[in-house]
């Protein structure tokens, strides 16, 4: 079993800054992809950015130039540094994990609980 943890979330202004982190325990052979999603109230979850274990990355465009994602293949964590955040931002981010558990296994997604941001003044 792989358990995914978020931390970092929390109330911020318009214009600041927050830092997400996110690590990965339990078995695990390989981590594919892991990134963020995000759901804000009464809208659909949406992909925020995710990173590839080779470092390659990509970005919702609504995200593009404020947020990046990082990695640290040794720990199994991921963090995502938002800056410039806007009220629109605000929502639950969700870390998610693609592992595969044992050598031969097929990889399958695994997903945190969550932890919300709150952008306002």
């Known amino acids: 079993q792989v358990q995914l943890v978020e931390s970092g979330g929390g109330l911020v202004q318009p214009g600041g800054s927050l830092r997400l982190s996110c690590r990965a325990s339990?078995?695990?052979?390989?981590?594919?992809?892991m990134g963020w999603y995000r759901q804000a109230p009464g809208k659909e979850r949406e992909l925020v950015a995710q990173?590839?274990?080779?470092?390659?990355?990509n970005y919702a465009d609504s995200v593009k130039g404020r947020f990046t994602i990082s990695r640290d293949n040794a720990k199994n964590t991921t963090d995502l540094q938002m800056n410039s955040l806007k009220a629109e931002d605000t929502a639950a981010y969700y870390c998610?994990?693609?592992?595969?558990?044992?050598?031969?296994?097929?990889?399958?997604?695994?997903w945190g609980k969550g932890t919300l941001v709150t952008v306002s003044s």
């Open positions: 339990g078995i695990i052979f390989n981590i594919y992809t």
């Open positions: 998610y994990a693609d592992v595969a558990t044992l050598r031969f296994d097929p990889r399958k997604t695994y």
């Open positions: 990173i590839t274990n080779g470092g390659s990355s």
